[in-house]
């Protein structure tokens, strides 16, 4: 039971361009979402989050986006940079009553 | 910056055997979890512990596993027999609050053999 999924298991950009990973959920009681980005051998790192009372929360170079009505998210980043290249998961939960669930990922190459 | 701290990086044991595996969160955070990753697969939820005792645990974490916070700054993880297929990296993640971003380790590769 799939509850965070991100259906592109890989994703490449030039440098210089957007990136824009999707992220969809199916239980309606997550109202927070984080993505994580990941280098090989090392943990997750806290990349953004954003809660359900807002629609969209920017960081720099990125931006997440939360659509409720469709349970979709994705995370923006532009420019794209080649140290931008690892996998990104994204993870919801609820309120913090619920541990954080994750999507598979998405590897980001981004392409000098 | 403050960091979750995981240790030993890698651990390979023999099946059967007991692995604790020790993670140092961040000084200040309230709520502790256990993640692992299976190679190629999503990231998972074993546990989350806060005011020393389980708040939540999965269905992964069954009776061979359980987790200690012995002295206030450590966070165990043991597995008492383990299994092959409980090779994977095994991530500690704190959190300040139950509703804010955790932070993770750098994860203990466990293999088993």
């Known amino acids: 039971d799939q509850q965070v999924k991100q259906n592109s298991p890989s994703l490449s950009v030039q440098e210089g361009r957007i990136s824009i990973l999707n992220c969809d959920y199916t239980n309606s009681m997550f109202d927070y979402f984080l993505w994580y980005k990941k280098y090989p051998a090392e943990g997750p790192t806290f990349l953004i989050s954003?809660?359900?009372?807002?629609d969209k929360n920017e960081d720099g170079r990125f931006t997440v986006f939360l659509n409720k009505s469709a349970k979709h998210l994705s995370l923006h980043i532009v420019p794209s940079q080649p140290g931008d290249s690892a996998v990104y998961f994204c993870?919801?939960?609820?309120?913090?009553?619920?541990?954080?669930?994750f999507g598979k990922g998405t590897r980001l190459s981004v392409i000098a | 910056e403050p960091e979750v701290t995981q240790t030993p990086s890698h651990q390979v044991t023999q099946m059967g055997q007991e692995v604790i595996l020790r993670c140092v969160p961040i000084?200040?955070?309230?709520?502790f979890y256990w993640y692992r990753q299976i190679l190629g697969q999503k990231v998972e939820f074993l546990v989350s512990f806060y005011n020393n005792e389980i708040s939540e645990k999965s269905e992964i974490f069954d009776d061979q596993f359980s987790v200690e916070r012995p002295d206030g700054s450590n966070f165990t993880l043991k597995i008492r027999s383990t299994k092959l297929e409980d090779s994977a990296m095994y991530f500690c993640a704190s959190a300040a609050e139950s509703n804010t971003e955790a932070f993770f380790g750098q994860g203990t590769r466990l293999t088993v053999v």
């Open positions: 000084s200040n955070h309230l709520y």
């Open positions: 993870a919801a939960s609820d309120l913090g009553n619920t541990p954080l669930v």
């Open positions: 954003i809660s359900s009372i807002k």
